[in-house]
C-alpha cells in the first residue's frame, strides 16, 4: 500500500465524508488498492488457467471504490475487513454472470453436497471421503478428482456461511480469530450463527479444521498450506472444499443437522 500514517489516514477519511472530495477518495483508492491483488489472488487460487488475473483485479476495483464510498468510520470497524469483502463479492457477481462453470461440474455439487447430508444426517458426524465415496458408488480418487473440479468454481468459500447475500458482516478470518468479536449489526441471531458456526468447525475432522484455520485464520494459500501439511495444493483444495460443503450443509440443509 501507498503508506500513510494512521493519523494521516484518519484525517483523509474525515475530509473525505465530510466534503466528498474527489482527490481525498483517489488517495484512499490508492491507498488500499493492493487490497483488490490480495483478494484476487486468493478468489484466483482455485480457478482454472484461462481466468485472467487482471479481470479478478478490474472486477475487485469496483468492490473496493464502492467499500470506500460506503464505509462508515465512526462505527469503530476496520476498513480493510469490510472492503475484502465488498471486493470478494464484485469478484464473485462478475464470475457468476459470465455463467462459465460447466452444468456438469454444478450437478456434481449438488450430488456430492446431497450425499454428504444423508451420510452426515444418518452418521451423526462428518463423513469421511471412503464414505463418501462408497455411497456414490465411485472411487476415492475419482471422488477427489470431483472435489478439486467444484473448487474451481470459486464460490465454496466459507466467508458467505454467516450472510451469502450481505457483503457488509465481517469476514470469516475475524469470525474464527476473534471469539469476542462484536458484531456490527448487534444482532442475536448473527452471533449465534457464528456460535454455531464456530461449533461446527470445531467438530470437523482434525485435518480439515486445520486446512480451515490455516487458510481463513492465518492467511496462508492453499500451496502454503500444502507446504505445511507436505501434500499438493491439488489436495488441500480438495480436503478444503469438503470440509466446506459439509458446513454449508449444516447452515443450508438444517433438515439433515
Given at each position: ?81 469490510y472492503a475484502v469483502n465488498r471486493i ?170
Amino acid at each position: 500500500m501507498h503508506e500513510k500514517g494512521d493519523q494521516e489516514l484518519a484525517d483523509l477519511w474525515q475530509h473525505y465524508k465530510a466534503t466528498g472530495d474527489e482527490t481525498a477518495r483517489e488517495g484512499l483508492i490508492l491507498h488500499y488498492a493492493p487490497l483488490v491483488k490480495f483478494v484476487a489472488g486468493r478468489v484466483g487460487s482455485g480457478l482454472p488457467k484461462n481466468v485472467d488475473q487482471s479481470d479478478l483485479v478490474s472486477f475487485g476495483t469496483f468492490g473496493l471504490i464502492d467499500a470506500v464510498d460506503k464505509f462508515e468510520p465512526e462505527r469503530g470497524f476496520k476498513f480493510e475487513t469490510y472492503a475484502v469483502n465488498r471486493i470478494k463479492g464484485a469478484i464473485l457477481d462478475e464470475l457468476r454472470a459470465l455463467d462459465w462453470v460447466p452444468r456438469s461440474v454444478r450437478a456434481r455439487a449438488r450430488e456430492i453436497q446431497r450425499t454428504m447430508a444423508e451420510l452426515e444426517h444418518r452418521l451423526q458426524r462428518t463423513p469421511t471421503e471412503d464414505e463418501v465415496s462408497e455411497a456414490m458408488e465411485i472411487s476415492v480418487s475419482t471422488l477427489r478428482d470431483q472435489l478439486g473440479e467444484i473448487a474451481n468454481l470459486g464460490f465454496v468459500a466459507l466467508d458467505e456461511l454467516l450472510n451469502p447475500s450481505e457483503r457488509d458482516s465481517g469476514a470469516m478470518g475475524e469470525v474464527i480469530a476473534d471469539k469476542e468479536a462484536i458484531d456490527p449489526s448487534g444482532s442475536f441471531e448473527k452471533e449465534e450463527t457464528r456460535y454455531m458456526l464456530a461449533d461446527s468447525i470445531n467438530r470437523l475432522p482434525d485435518r480439515e479444521r486445520l486446512v480451515l484455520t490455516l487458510y481463513y485464520y492465518e492467511g496462508l494459500t492453499l500451496a502454503e498450506i500444502g507446504a505445511v501439511l507436505n501434500v499438493t495444493e491439488s489436495r488441500i483444495c480438495q480436503i478444503h472444499t469438503k470440509a466446506v460443503m459439509s458446513l454449508r450443509n449444516r447452515f443450508i440443509e438444517p433438515a439433515y443437522r
